[in-house]
Nanobody
Framework: QVQVVESGGGLVQAGGSLTLSCTVS????????MGWFRQAPGKEREAVSS????????YYADSVKGRFTISRDNAKNSLYLQMNTLKPEDTAMYYC?????????????????????WGQGTQVTVSS
């Protein structure tokens, strides 16, 4: 049984930082691209960042470029999102997700439909 568990969300003032973590079990972690998504009330879920198995292919949404950093530790089956200079518009539920990709895939994976497994989410609230 695959489990995807996020942690690290919370309430922070604008300009502050948070680090989200995601731990995955029940699958071969380094067979999967990993991604962070977010969904604010009344809005669609959107891709924030994604990373390939080795970390060589990374995507950031324009809205977070230069502020967020994605990383993964395959030995720990873990994914991270370092979020700096947070803004009120970053307020959302953040989800970790895993997308199986065959070896040799060399492209970004950012559509929700491409992800096979999802966590329950962790809330990030940025106050102004």
């Amino acid at each position: 049984q695959v489990q995807v568990v996020e942690s690290g969300g919370g309430l922070v003032q604008a300009g502050g930082s948070l680090t989200l973590s995601c731990t995955v079990s029940g699958l071969t972690f380094d067979d999967y691209y990993m991604g962070w998504f977010r969904q604010a009330p009344g809005k669609e879920r959107e891709a924030v960042s994604s990373i390939s198995w080795s970390g060589s292919v990374i995507y950031y949404a324009d809205s977070v470029k230069g502020r967020f950093t994605i990383s993964r530790d395959n030995a720990k089956n873990s994914l991270y999102l370092q979020m700096n200079t947070l803004k009120p518009e970053d307020t959302a539920m953040y989800y970790c997700a895993a997308a199986f990709r065959p070896a040799g895939t060399n492209m970004t994976v950012i559509s929700t439909s491409e992800y096979n497994y999802w966590g329950q989410g962790t809330q990030v609230t940025v106050s102004s």
